[in-house]
């Protein structure tokens, strides 16, 4: 079972340089969702989405784009890095019929560095 | 909106120590769902417990117990005898009514186990 695959799992970029993210899972899962962890910050969420074709803004947006165009799929693209996006990338997925009672899987991350 | 307060940031004790980590939450919804993570060197993210706020019954696993008390708003976890394999950063974490169901993350709290 391979869960939550993220790719890549890490890259560096220069500033102004774009690329995508991709998470992919094989859970059937509706939920989705990419977060940033930053140094004694924790884990901020970025996007989400709650089905194939949505998707919503979370804390930290700006800087961002994201895609669903497959239920199982959700790219986070960042049109012109900054360092300011230098950080580890975390996908979950969870399944919609039990809202919040159920544990998020985790993709094992992404660092990128922005120089 | 919800807030997760971690507010020991680092802990460092010595093994077979007893070790309580701090977790004190904010929402305004009446169900919520309180987590606990593990983020161990290697960086993946370990599911460890998720509690409802309407069981405010505490549980033990093993090593492992955990203290909801919503009269105080908080959740702590305790590692009884620790080891230096539970060396890690260990994160709190809230999902209310908002954003999806995403988690709202605490900043962590880093547990270092000494020999």
């Known amino acids: 079972n391979a869960g939550v695959t993220q790719t890549p799992k890490f890259r560096v970029l220069k500033t102004g340089q774009s690329m995508t993210l991709l998470c992919a899972q094989d859970?059937?899962?509706?939920?989705m969702y990419w977060y940033r962890q930053d140094p004694g910050m924790g884990l901020r969420l970025i996007h989400y989405?709650?089905?194939?074709?949505?998707?919503a803004k979370g804390e930290v947006p700006d800087g961002y784009n994201v895609s669903r165009l497959k239920k199982q799929n959700f790219l986070l693209g960042l049109e012109s890095a900054a360092p300011s996006q230098t950080s580890v990338y975390f996908c979950?997925?969870?399944?919609?019929?039990?809202?919040?009672?159920?544990?998020?899987?985790f993709g094992d991350g992404t660092r990128l560095s922005i120089l | 909106a919800q807030k997760v307060t971690q507010a020991q940031t680092e802990i460092s004790v010595v093994e077979k120590e007893d070790v309580t980590l701090d977790c004190v939450y904010e929402?305004?919804?009446?169900?919520?769902?309180l987590f606990w993570y593990k983020q161990p060197p290697s960086g993946e993210l370990v599911f460890l417990i998720r509690?409802?706020?309407?069981?405010?019954q505490n549980e033990i696993s093993g090593r492992y117990s955990w203290n909801f008390q919503k009269s105080t708003s908080s959740f702590n976890f305790t590692i009884t005898a620790s080891q230096v394999v539970d060396s890690a950063v260990y994160f709190c974490?809230?999902?209310?009514?908002?954003?999806?169901?995403?988690?709202?993350f605490g900043k962590g709290t880093s547990l270092l186990v000494t020999p």
């Open positions: 859970m059937n899962h509706e939920y």
């Open positions: 509690r409802n706020s309407f069981d405010e």
């Open positions: 929402t305004r919804d009446t169900t919520y769902y």
């Open positions: 989405s709650v089905g194939e074709g949505t998707t």
């Open positions: 979950a997925s969870s399944y919609s019929d039990r809202g919040g009672d159920q544990p998020q899987h």
């Open positions: 974490a809230l999902i209310g009514s908002d954003s999806g169901y995403a988690l709202n």
